[in-house]
């Protein structure tokens, strides 16, 4: 059951009108879905108008199925069964969340930034489980609808939630703090997403610190101090910044990096005056600063130095996420999930310490901005400087990397490739690769390279 979620505060909370059979009002429901295909007895079924299929379609279907209780925006008379009618199932759906969310009184840490935001998240939940009964967003829930649900999949039993929060534009991240209230919020970095929308990196530092505002009084942020944006973080309200980074000016710094290649990498942490040693299962230097902002996570939460470096060590890699997978022909590094020109940057790195032909297969990034053009080229041109010894571009956008890279003189036995789209590339990828390659896979979500990572691995 959820806590004090019953039909009367449900419809309380979200302002709308309850129709239906006072009997049941006092009871709470089981879960919460908006798909319909996992209702489940004693559910309530927020139905969501989405661009292609609206959920009130599914309404008698998932009543019947012995949902407790459905929202609905239409009108009530349409169904027999209990319904609450409600302005927006969007918002109620919100309004929801932080209600149920203040039932638990469990801390939260929420979880922010242009990139690293998930495996930050993962690394953080990996440290905090070795103390905690510890619940993590899943996949992509970082929006203002994944956020509520992620939040209804809490239960009495969690000790602590560690939640992401995507945004692309201003006065989200203030819509999705003021769902989450975090007691702890973590900045990975201030980069060049979403810059369509934001503007410059000194928008995106706006947009990102709003949740600052959100924060719980006497709380924690965790932002890296290695960042030339993040570093100007204030206190403000009780609330103590907490900087990270590479820099042993930093509260939480490391030191004593030493890589091993795709087999990850090892380094010195140091909280205060005490320092140990972890080894981080997944390779790139930019997983150095995922550890860190556990670490200082972990230590606010009273883990000890112990618990730190098992839960950072436990860390696995998620798909999309910088996975790697063996096959009888190639080493497919899967970082398919999404892509921006750092991140394009940071993977090519890690690539230099891979065996055999080192294949960068690159497709297009989405939300620059009006320098799009040229945040591609740059790609290119890092490319050629990076020993890659075949680049495979793929998308309209990516015709400037390829062009970039040929052009480049730093390496020019670097073979480039492109391709119009995911088809094309689809149909001839595996007329370039070799037995034995090193093949990186990597572009924005809207790509959906994750079906050349399923190609290539036989999936």
């Known amino acids: 059951m959820m806590k004090n979620l019953t039909i009367e505060n449900i419809t309380k909370v979200t302002g709308g009108e309850y129709y239906g059979s006072d009997d049941i009002i006092d009871i709470e429901v089981t879960a919460i879905t908006t798909d319909s295909r996992e209702a489940v007895p004693g559910c309530l079924f927020v139905p969501i108008v989405g661009e292609r299929v609206d959920g009130h379609r599914f309404i008698p279907q998932v009543l019947d199925a012995g949902a407790l209780v459905t929202l609905t925006e239409k009108d009530p008379a349409e169904t027999d069964k209990p319904c609450i009618h409600v302005e927006s199932s969007l918002q109620a759906v919100k309004d929801i ?70 945004i692309s534009n201003f006065g989200e991240m203030s819509r999705l703090a003021a769902i989450a209230r975090p007691d702890t919020g973590v900045i990975t970095n201030i980069g060049n997403a979403h810059l369509e929308f934001l503007g410059d990196r000194d928008g995106v530092f706006r947009a990102k610190t709003e949740m600052i505002d959100y924060i719980q009084p006497d709380g924690r942020v965790v932002v890296n101090g290695d960042d030339d944006k993040l570093i100007h973080v204030q206190g403000q309200r009780g609330i103590v910044p907490v900087f990270f980074g590479l820099d042993p000016s930093q509260d ?43 670490a200082a996570v972990g230590r606010i939460y009273g883990l000890s130095d112990e618990e730190i470096t098992r839960g950072i060590g436990n860390l696995e890699s998620m798909r999309g996420r910088f996975r790697m997978i063996e096959t009888a022909d190639y080493l497919v590094v899967d970082d398919s999930y999404n892509a921006s020109p750092a991140s394009m940057k940071a993977s090519m790195d ?110």
């Open 97 to 166: 969340a932080a209600f149920y969310l203040e039932q638990l009184d469990i801390p939260v840490v929420g979880v922010t930034g242009s990139v690293g935001k998930t495996s930050t998240k993962e690394a953080i939940a990996s440290v905090l489980s070795e103390k905690y009964n510890t619940l993590k967003t899943l996949g992509n829930f970082n929006n203002e609808l994944g956020l509520p649900l992620t939040i209804f999949r809490l239960r009495e039993e969690h000790e602590i939630a560690v939640l992401e929060m995507g």
């Open 350 to 459: 890690i690539m230099k310490d891979a065996d055999g032909r080192k294949v960068a297969v690159l497709g297009d990034m989405g939300e620059l901005g009006k320098d799009e053009k040229e945040m591609h080229r740059e790609v290119g041109r890092y490319a050629s400087s990076s020993g890659i010894d075949l680049l495979i571009c793929t998308g309209t956008l990516s015709r400037e990397m390829a062009e970039a890279a040929l052009a480049s003189r730093d390496n020019p036995a670097m073979v480039v490739v492109w391709e119009p789209d995911r088809e094309s590339l689809l149909s001839h990828i595996e007329n370039y690769l070799k037995k034995g390659d090193t093949v990186l896979v990597k572009a924005s979500h809207f790509m959906h390279f994750e079906q050349v990572v399923d190609l290539l691995t036989g999936v």
């Open 252 to 294: 939480v710094y490391a030191d004593g990096i030493e890589s091993h290649g795709l087999r990850g990498t090892d380094c010195v942490i140091h909280i205060g005056e005490e320092s140990f040693k972890v080894h981080i299962p997944i390779p790139g230097k930019h997983m150095v600063y995922n550890a860190l902002a556990a």
